[in-house]
């Protein structure tokens, strides 16, 4: 099988050049070789490559910035999907997309499931609500994975910038009124793997089947429980320059803490349907965030 892959270099899809190695041929893209806002150019690498499976991991991320971005945001987030998913669906190949729980508006109470209703409260949710709708319009074969505060080592993170500001600071506000769950790139990338080699043992889409997942992983917490965790974490590792500690991070409120893009209050994600089609569960995200200082701490080192 061949398998393209965009966006290899963001955390998703640096992970997901290891999971998807194993399932076949696998051409990895990065933005100078397929431009996500560039709708010929993404054709022609498609036309090229001739894959029977593409995984888009790129993304406009920057939820801030997507703001006074808007354009540029919806031809990355919302358009090119659709141009995948024609091209896609031109090849009988199956799509398999990221989305975020930046979709919903975070007023439930309870942990959103997938039909409930969406109401992104800024540019960079609504886009990629709009690129989840494109591929459903083009109807190919898909399915779109909706995930939330993603970390690992490689790439920008929640859980770098912790470790970034107390390098230089001996206290820290981070948000407490937000819940989600920080999910490693790695576990994204596995359940990927796992979704893809099951569909290959038979429990094969339909041609015009979308699916849509959440995947996230369990033990959900505020941003200000997180970085607590991440900050008693690198205190157990060795090599961390650590100006403060957990007790150190004073809980805000958002309020207290503006940002151009509004937040949802709620991020938490039933994952029921994906473990039930596929027979997973999924983990905790705190073994991943201790591999993933021990790996940052590996690199401060030289190793
Ligand atoms: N990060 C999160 O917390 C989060 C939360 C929920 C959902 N998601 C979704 O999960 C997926 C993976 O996210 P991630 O955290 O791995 O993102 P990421 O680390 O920001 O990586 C995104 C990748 O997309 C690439 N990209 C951006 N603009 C591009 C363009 N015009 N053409 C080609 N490539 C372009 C970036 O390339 P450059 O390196 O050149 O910029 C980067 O390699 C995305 O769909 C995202 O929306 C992420």
New binding site residues.
């Given amino acids: 099988m061949t398998i393209l892959l965009l ?1 290899k ?5 640096w992970q997901l050049q290891r999971s998807l190695a194993p399932h076949g041929d696998v051409v990895a893209c ?2 100078a070789e ?4 560039d709708p010929d150019g993404i054709r022609a690498v498609v036309r090229a490559v001739r894959p029977t499976l593409i995984v888009n ?5 920057a939820v801030d910035k997507a703001e006074s971005e808007p354009e540029l945001a919806a031809q ?1 987030n919302a358009h090119a999907p659709g141009v995948l998913a024609e091209e896609a669906k031109l090849l009988g190949a199956l799509l398999v997309h ?4 930046y979709v919903y508006d975070g007023t439930k109470t309870a942990p959103y499931v997938e039909s409930d209703p969406t109401a992104p409260q800024g540019v960079y949710g609504a886009t ?1 609500l709009a690129g989840e709708a494109a591929i459903r319009t083009v109807g190919g074969k898909s399915i779109i994975f909706r ?4 970390f690992g080592a490689r ?1 920008a ?1 929640f859980v770098k910038t912790i470790l970034r500001l107390v390098r230089e600071r001996d206290q820290l506000g981070v948000v407490n009124d937000q819940i989600g769950s920080p999910t490693p ?1 790695a576990l994204i990338a596995t359940v990927t793997g796992n979704v893809l080699a099951m569909l290959r043992r038979g429990q094969r889409l339909e041609s015009g089947e979308n699916r849509l997942y959440h995947l996230a992983a369990a033990n959900p917490v505020s941003w200000h429980a997180f970085a607590c965790a991440v900050l008693a974490q690198a205190r157990q590792t060795q090599g961390f320059e650590l100006k403060c500690g957990p007790e150190a991070v004073r809980a805000i409120s958002t309020a207290e803490y503006p940002t151009p893009a509004r937040r949802p209050a709620n991020s938490r994600l039933d994952c029921s349907r994906l473990e039930q089609d596929f027979d997973l569960r999924m983990p905790d995200w705190q073994p991943y965030l201790a591999r993933m200082l021990q790996l940052l701490a590996l690199k401060q080192h030289g190793y």
């Fill in positions: 966006g270099d963001g955390q998703v899809g990065g933005r397929c431009d996500l806002a991991a790129s993304a406009y991320t990355i990221y989305s975020t729980d990629k995930t939330s505060w993603v790439g993170n790139a």
